[in-house]
Nanobody, 127 residues
Framework: QVTLVESGGGLAQTGGSLRLSCTVS????????MGWFRQAPGKERRLVAN????????TVTESLKGRFTISRDNAESVLYLQMNSLTPEDTDLYYC????????????????????WGQGTKVTVSS
């Protein structure tokens, strides 16, 4: 049973940075494509970024490009989301998600493609 545990959320000031981590256990991390999603209360979850199994193919939602970066360390079984130049609009609950991928180069955009989720980590950006 693979489990995901996010960490690194918290309170940041406008213009600051946070790095979220998602530690994966219970299975071979490199077999999973990964994603970061965000969700505001009462709203749908939205994709932030995704990355393929090996880490060489990654995408970031257009509106976040240049500020957010997704990466992974397969040796340590950790997924990262580096968030820079934070604004209050980045305040949300952030989730990491995993899907066992048969294709090494595949990235997944739809939350319905992911079948394993972490519990979320809260990010709050003050103005």
């Amino acid at each position: 049973q693979v489990t995901l545990v996010e960490s690194g959320g918290g309170l940041a000031q406008t213009g600051g940075s946070l790095r979220l981590s998602c530690t994966v256990s219970g299975d071979t991390f490199s077999a999973y494509a990964m994603g970061w999603f965000r969700q505001a209360p009462g709203k749908e979850r939205r994709l932030v970024a995704n990355v393929n199994r090996a880490g060489f193919s990654a995408t970031v939602t257009e509106s976040l490009k240049g500020r957010f970066t997704i990466s992974r360390d397969n040796a340590e079984s950790v997924l990262y989301l580096q968030m820079n130049s934070l604004t209050p609009e980045d305040t949300d609950l952030y989730y990491c998600a995993a899907v066992r991928s048969p294709t090494s180069g595949a990235v997944y955009y739809d939350e319905r493609s992911y079948n394993v989720w972490g519990q979320g980590t809260k990010v709050t950006v003050s103005s």
